[in-house]
Nanobody, 127 residues
Framework: QVTLVESGGGSVQSGGSLRLSCAAS????????MAWFRQAPGKEREGVAAINSDGSTSYAESVKGRFTVSQGNTKNTLYLQMNSLQPDDTAMYYC?????????????????????WGQGTQVTVSS
């Protein structure tokens, strides 16, 4: 069983920044493919950002140029630096992991293909 723990959410004003962190632990102790999703009230969960196995990054169109996804020095850690936050970014942000994925187009991926999910961290952006 794998546990994902997100942190770093909070409330900021429009134009502000936040940095989300996600750490995966559990068994088997292998490298997992990890990604960020978000879900706003009344909306479907959507992909935000991911790092593919070849090192390339994938971003949703709505966050390109504002968000940066990165991996930590420790295996199975993932970060999301969010700059120029807007009220439309308000959502619960989730970290997801999978043991077999190598690459996704995060803006088109079906969230249900990911095996493991964190509890989420709330991001609220006020105007």
């Amino acid at each position: 069983q794998v546990t994902l723990v997100e942190s770093g959410g909070g409330s900021v004003q429009s134009g502000g920044s936040l940095r989300l962190s996600c750490a995966a632990s559990g068994s088997p102790d292998i490298p997992y493919y990890m990604a960020w999703f978000r879900q706003a009230p009344g909306k479907e969960r959507e992909g935000v950002a991911a790092i593919n196995s070849d090192g390339s990054t994938s971003y949703a169109e709505s966050v390109k140029g504002r968000f940066t996804v990165s991996q930590g020095n420790t295996k199975n850690t993932l970060y999301l630096q969010m700059n120029s936050l807007q009220p439309d970014d308000t959502a619960m942000y989730y970290c997801a992991a999978d043991s077999s994925l190598q690459s996704v187009v995060i803006g088109k991926v079906d969230p249900s293909i990911f095996e493991y999910w964190g509890q989420g961290t709330q991001v609220t952006v006020s105007s």
